[in-house]
């Protein structure tokens, strides 16, 4: 391995703030558009220049037709010039800039996407330290808005591998964008003033998502998302424990006949697994953690069970998921006592791991560990011969048409965490493996035409927005959602 060095933003999981341990891994920002813009570190004009530059061969490929990516767009572009020194804007460029992006809110004909670029403005708009007055300035109620656009999203209605087996997977999903939003932007009473209790709505869907993986892995995050908002109570209310509810749940993965598809063959273990590590962190949030670690039966040795079955490409992806649940509920050191070891062992797998075999399993693997070795202040374990296969198998996945049109899945991971770690130019110089051309000119340049066949575009968009927003003043690195919470274990 050839070492490197690396100006990363955390220097190890004690420095980590609240937002990374509820939304450490690149699934929540990539996928569901939640906890973007992680890790400020200022304005970088290369940076800048890149973001720019991705969105305009974007636009040569025609994927602007689409109102999600036009909504990015703009989105970065005001984000970009808020946060550069060197450029002021003045109000009345502001709201009309301003518009432009609700525009594109209001345009996009999905009621699922259309609350998540809703939520994605807010979450901006709050880390920029811009209140939510400018967003009702122009007379738009953006908040009633995606609150009445909730309510049309139906179930099953999600066009991927899984669909017809998500029940109310995206509606539960939505509304944890929704709380952390609101949360971020200080209107979180909207959600519980009025005729109609959204939290309490929210949390009776996780009874119509059937299927123990999703109900778990989209479960937890909104009982995170619950808990940062300061409604606890309203999880285990004497009534109903949600928390032991899904966690059941989860014990009867066997007899629902709700198996999940995935893009990849995945072992038992897998699909066992996923879910209980995010409902780990969840467990991290409530009051009562240590209650909810043996209910139904021992759930860090039933972690630690999985973790040793799964296979070692899996492992890649569930590391950090299981390092963030233990350091969250304060039992790291008892469960892996020699971390340095497992964290060795964990990231110098790439070399038997291939990551242009497949767009998912093996596409999104080093990502991952690249992610792990961050958070966990062991970046010395990622050298730059790991870096450079990553950054060069892109080219590989044409060898089938499911991975050709889901290439911008593993490339936007990709493009997240170098940018975190300092090192997305490897992204923008030419390469031998594309040619001569950069990593990025080749991908864009592979879409199809206005991106029609590529249905997971959108986590590139998100990559980029999160790109941006780390262009803001340190600063301003936490809401006000974040900075008053406090895990129970650290008490």
Same mark, same amino acid.
């Given at each position: 391995?050839?070492?490197?060095?690396?100006?990363?933003?955390?220097?190890?999981?004690?420095?980590?703030?609240?937002?990374?341990?509820?939304?450490?891994?690149?699934?929540?920002?990539?996928?569901?558009?939640?906890?973007?813009?992680?890790?400020?570190?200022?304005?970088?004009?290369?940076?800048?220049?890149?973001?720019?530059?991705?969105?305009?061969?974007?636009?040569?490929?025609?994927?602007?037709?689409?109102?999600?990516?036009?909504?990015?767009?703009?989105?970065?572009?005001?984000?970009?010039?808020?946060?550069?020194?060197?450029?002021?804007?003045?109000?009345?460029?502001?709201?009309?800039?301003?518009?432009?992006?609700?525009?594109?809110?209001?345009?996009?004909?999905?009621?699922?996407?259309?609350?998540?670029?809703?939520?994605?403005?807010?979450?901006?708009?709050?880390?920029?330290?811009?209140?939510?007055?400018?967003?009702?300035?122009?007379?738009?109620?953006?908040?009633?808005?995606?609150?009445?656009?909730?309510?049309?999203?139906?179930?099953?209605?999600?066009?991927?591998?899984?669909?017809?087996?998500?029940?109310?997977?995206?509606?539960?999903?939505?509304?944890?964008?929704?709380?952390?939003?609101?949360?971020?932007?200080?209107?979180?009473?909207?959600?519980?003033?009025?005729?109609?209790?959204?939290?309490?709505?929210?949390?009776?869907?996780?009874?119509?998502?059937?299927?123990?993986?999703?109900?778990?892995?989209?479960?937890?995050?909104?009982?995170?998302?619950?808990?940062?908002?300061?409604?606890?109570?309203?999880?285990?209310?004497?009534?109903?424990?949600?928390?032991?509810?899904?966690?059941?749940?989860?014990?009867?993965?066997?007899?629902?006949?709700?198996?999940?598809?995935?893009? *990849?063959?995945?072992?038992?273990?897998?699909?066992?697994?996923?879910?209980?590590?995010?409902?780990?962190?969840?467990?991290?949030?409530?009051?009562?953690?240590?209650?909810?670690?043996?209910?139904?039966?021992?759930?860090?040795?039933?972690?630690?069970?999985?973790?040793?079955?799964?296979?070692?490409?899996?492992?890649?992806?569930?590391?950090?998921?299981?390092?963030?649940?233990?350091?969250?509920?304060?039992?790291?050191?008892?469960?892996?006592?020699? @971390?340095?070891?497992?964290?060795?062992?964990?990231?110098?797998?790439?070399?038997?791991?291939?990551?242009?075999?497949?767009?998912?399993?093996?596409?999104?693997?080093?990502?991952? @560990?690249?992610?792990?070795?961050?958070?966990?202040?062991?970046?010395?374990?990622?050298?730059?011969?790991?870096?450079?296969?990553?950054?060069?198998?892109?080219?590989?996945?044409?060898?089938?048409?499911?991975?050709?049109?889901?290439?911008?899945?593993?490339?936007?991971?990709?493009?997240?965490?170098?940018?975190?770690?300092?090192?997305?130019?490897?992204?923008?110089?030419?390469?031998?493996?594309?040619?001569?051309?950069?990593?990025?000119?080749?991908?864009?340049?592979?879409?199809?035409?206005?991106?029609?066949?590529?249905?997971?575009?959108?986590?590139?968009?998100?990559?980029?927005?999160?790109?941006?927003?780390? *262009?803001?003043?340190?600063?301003?690195?936490?809401?006000?959602?974040?900075?008053?919470?406090?895990?129970?274990?650290?008490?």
């Amino acid at each position: 391995m050839t070492a490197t060095a690396f100006e990363v933003p955390v220097t190890g999981l004690s420095g980590l703030p609240t937002e990374t341990r509820v939304l450490a891994t690149p699934w929540s920002r990539m996928v569901r558009g939640i906890g973007l813009g992680q890790h400020p570190t200022g304005y970088d004009p290369a940076s800048a220049a890149r973001i720019r530059r991705t969105f305009a061969l974007l636009a040569e490929r025609g994927v602007e037709r689409g109102p999600y990516a036009r909504f990015s767009r703009l989105l970065a572009e005001l984000v970009l010039d808020l946060t550069d020194p060197d450029r002021a804007v003045a109000p009345a460029e502001l709201r009309r800039r301003l518009d432009a992006v609700l525009a594109g809110v209001h345009d996009e004909p999905n009621p699922y996407f259309a609350v998540t670029a809703g939520c994605v403005l807010m979450d901006a708009f709050a880390k920029l330290g811009l209140g939510p007055e400018l967003l009702a300035a122009g007379g738009d109620d953006l908040a009633g808005h995606l609150l009445a656009t909730v309510d049309t999203i139906e179930p099953d209605r999600a066009k991927d591998e899984n669909a017809g087996r998500h029940g109310h997977y995206e509606k539960l999903s939505a509304y944890t964008a929704v709380f952390l939003a609101f949360g971020h932007l200080d209107v979180a009473d909207r959600l519980v003033t009025g005729s109609r209790h959204r939290v309490l709505e929210a949390l009776d869907l996780l009874d119509e998502v059937p299927a123990p993986f999703f109900r778990g892995r989209g479960g937890a995050t909104l009982l995170s998302a619950t808990a940062l908002l300061g409604h606890r109570n309203l999880v285990a209310d004497g009534r109903r424990d949600r928390v032991k509810e899904v966690l059941d749940h989860l014990d009867r993965a066997d007899g629902t006949g709700a198996v999940p598809a995935f893009p *990849q063959p995945m072992s038992e273990a897998f699909v066992r697994i996923y879910p209980l590590l995010t409902m780990l962190t969840a467990v991290a949030t409530t009051a009562r953690p240590q209650e909810y670690l043996t209910h139904g039966r021992d759930r860090l040795a039933e972690a630690a069970d999985l973790m040793a079955r799964i296979t070692p490409v899996e492992r890649t992806h569930m590391g950090l998921y299981y390092l963030m649940a233990l350091h969250n509920l304060g039992r790291l050191r008892d469960q892996l006592p020699d @971390l340095d070891a497992f964290l060795a062992g964990l990231v110098s797998s790439w070399t038997g791991i291939d990551p242009g075999a497949n767009y998912f399993l093996n596409g999104i693997s080093y990502a991952y @560990l690249v992610q792990t070795a961050m958070v966990t202040g062991r970046m010395d374990l990622i050298g730059t011969d790991m870096l450079a296969r990553l950054v060069d198998c892109f080219p590989d996945l044409d060898r089938s048409d499911d991975d050709r049109v889901n290439r911008p899945y593993p490339f936007a991971y990709t493009l997240n965490v170098l940018g975190e770690i300092g090192a997305a130019h490897l992204l923008f110089e030419p390469r031998d493996a594309y040619g001569g051309r950069t990593a990025t000119a080749w991908v864009v340049g592979r879409l199809s035409e206005g991106g029609r066949e590529e249905h997971r575009l959108y986590m590139l968009h998100h990559a980029l927005i999160s790109y941006a927003l780390r *262009q803001r003043d340190p600063r301003l690195r936490d809401t006000a959602l974040l900075t008053g919470f406090r895990f129970p274990s650290a008490r």
